[in-house]
Each structure stands twice: as C-alpha cells, then as structure tokens.
C-alpha cells in the first residue's frame, strides 16, 4: 500500500472509530456523569476515555495548560463553527479566571504524522477548573458549535516550568 493511501486509510479509520468512542467518552465526562468504558484512541477524538478524565481529575491544584491540536469537521468547513464556539467560550473562560495564551493556524508539520488545523493553548487555574466549566449549563449551551466545527482533537495537560 501506498504512503497516501496508508495515510487515508489510518484518517477514515480515526474518523470513524472517533465519532463513535469521542461522544460516548464526552457523554460520560460531560453528561450525565455515569462512566462507560471506551477504547482508547491515540489521536483526534472528541473526549477523554473514562481513564483519561479520571487521570485529569487527578491533577495537583495548580494552574495547568491545556494545549489544543484541532481537526475542524468537512475538509476545514467546520472552522467557522468553531470560530463561534471560541469566541463565546472566551466569555466563560474570563469568568473561571482562565485565559487563552495563544491561538494560531496550522501550516505544515515538520516533524511526525498528524496534520492539525490550529493550535490553541488555554491556561486554567487548575484542572477542577476546566471540569466544572463543562459541566456548566452556559457551556453545554454553546458546546454544539465545538461538536460540529471538529471533526476532533488532542488535548494535552501541560504544567508551566
């Protein structure tokens, strides 16, 4: 098999089998609160596996960064959804006491596999932070602009040296 063709192969296959194992990992998280188990996912998912959530859960209380690698939905058509969803998620983030540090769009990756749209580093004061912001009525509100602007993304938890 070709390089390109290995490549397509592996993005339908994380497509697919994201969709399905992001919602049930983000209902779970974001949702009714009820744990479910997920097969875990090495890239662009929608939500954290029920293992991940709890490991985040975890963190010390300090403040954390969230570096986020984003794949907008429909070859790059989802970014004006997304557009929508980050400026009213910045709203909401002012009010937890967390900021947006830098956002930029993706151009080429130099090293590795996974191509990116734009990347988007978010400081929290610490990681209940982020959990009781998605778990707020005024963030479930606005969520479904994220859940069609994506087609999914990484989420790293990052503690500033």
């Known amino acids: 098999m070709r390089k390109s063709e290995n490549e397509s192969s592996r993005r339908d296959f994380m497509t697919t089998a994201g969709a399905a194992t992001g919602l049930a990992a983000l209902a779970s998280l974001f949702g009714s ?6 097969q875990s996912l090495e890239l662009n998912a929608m939500g954290p596996t029920p293992e991940q959530a709890q490991a985040f859960a975890q963190l010390p209380d300090r403040p954390v960064v969230m570096v986020n690698l984003l794949k907008f939905s ?5 970014a ?3 557009g929508q969803y980050g400026r009213d998620v910045g709203k909401i983030l002012q009010s937890i006491g967390a900021e947006i540090i830098f956002s930029g769009e993706c151009q080429t990756t130099l090293i590795g596999g996974a191509e990116w749209d734009q990347v988007a580093m978010v400081r929290y004061p610490n990681a209940r932070a982020l959990l009781q912001m998605a778990q707020s009525e005024e963030y479930r509100a606005i969520s479904g602009n994220r859940s069609s602007g994506l087609e999914g993304q990484m989420n790293i938890a990052v503690f500033e040296s």
């Open 33 to 38: 609160g009820k744990m479910v188990n997920a």
């Open 74 to 78: 429909n070859g790059g058509a989802g």
């Open 80 to 82: 004006a959804d997304y």
